[in-house]
């Protein structure tokens, strides 16, 4: 542990570079902005140099250009995980008010960007980590969503069972045997079930992909974020659930989304009909 006088933004700096951090002077700039005191900033230095993720010290991340609460022990949202949000939105925006589901949520990012983008969605996101589902009701204060722990899709009200038009879902998806090639920032800092998706690392995202029949509206999709060699396999999985599904790859950020379909109705149509009954009741309301 660092005793003494606070070190100088450049010490520390060194001090993490040498440790491993790539961007050490940012993050330097970063803690000496966060710490209260000069023994705050020595306790968080140390943290740091012990494999703490800076995003977990400074308490927040960037992400699709908000800033998202990230508690000790969350999960921290990926740059990657931003292609999910893009896919997500584009495909909400296309119905009237909808209703988005977002499942293993976290810090609730996904759902925050999606609203951001789309201030008329109707908002459900469930996390089985009472950590992170305090930390997602933060973040996601805002756009009225309801929040609910519990595992995957059995807390959502039965009454939202062939409504959904998006559901979202960045499950765990690193196979078992593979957590312990994880940066000591993800093993050992971040929860276990947020990471281990079983023997292949697609046990969560079959379980969404089974799920996802009852909860979709005719015409609407589920999106889950998956490695690159998994989107095959997963891609089938949606075919044996009835879903046409569909691969989105970035490959600047190495990100890989799988888009299954609910064949049916286009949304559009079905949300027209929905809207003008709304425009009446809105008319009943202002006479
Ligand atoms: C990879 S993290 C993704 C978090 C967030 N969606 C994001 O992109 O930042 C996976 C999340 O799934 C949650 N989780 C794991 N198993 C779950 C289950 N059976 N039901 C609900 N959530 C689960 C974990 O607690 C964790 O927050």
């Not at 999960?75 to 999910?84: A, G, K």
Request: aromatic residues 2%; proline residues 7%.
């Amino acid at each position: 542990m660092q005793t003494g006088p606070p070190a100088s933004e450049p010490a520390i700096a060194a001090r993490l570079r040498a440790a491993g951090c790539v961007f050490a002077e940012e993050e330097a700039r970063l803690l000496v902005g966060v710490a209260r005191t000069p023994a705050d900033l020595n306790r968080v230095v140390d943290e740091r140099v012990a494999g703490v993720p800076v995003e977990q010290l400074v308490g927040w991340v960037p992400f699709c250009g908000l800033q998202i609460v990230v508690d000790r022990g969350v999960f921290v949202p990926r740059r990657r995980t931003e292609l999910l949000v893009r896919e997500s939105v584009g495909l909400a925006r296309r119905v009237d008010g909808p209703v988005v589901v977002d499942l293993c949520c976290g810090s609730g990012a996904v759902g925050a960007a999606i609203a951001a983008a789309l201030p008329s969605v109707e908002l459900h996101a469930v996390d089985i980590d009472p950590v992170a589902v305090r930390c997602a009701s933060r973040n996601l204060a805002g756009a009225g969503a309801s929040v609910y722990e519990g595992d995957l899709d059995a807390p959502l009200p039965v009454g939202l069972a062939g409504h959904v038009d998006v559901l979202v879902a960045n499950a765990p998806y690193v196979p078992s045997g593979d957590i312990d090639l994880l940066p000591p920032e993800a093993r050992l800092h971040e929860s276990r079930a947020a990471l281990d998706g079983g023997t292949d690392g697609l046990d969560l995202v079959r379980r969404v992909a089974a799920a996802a029949l009852r909860w979709l509206a005719p015409g609407g999709h589920v999106l889950v974020e998956t490695g690159e060699r998994q989107a095959e396999q997963v891609a089938a999985t949606f075919v044996r659930h009835r879903l046409l599904p569909r691969v989105a790859r970035d490959d600047e950020v190495d990100a890989t989304v799988v888009v299954g379909l609910r064949e049916g109705v286009c949304p559009t149509r079905r949300r027209a009909r929905t809207g003008t009954r709304r425009r009446a009741v809105s008319r009943t309301d202002e006479s």
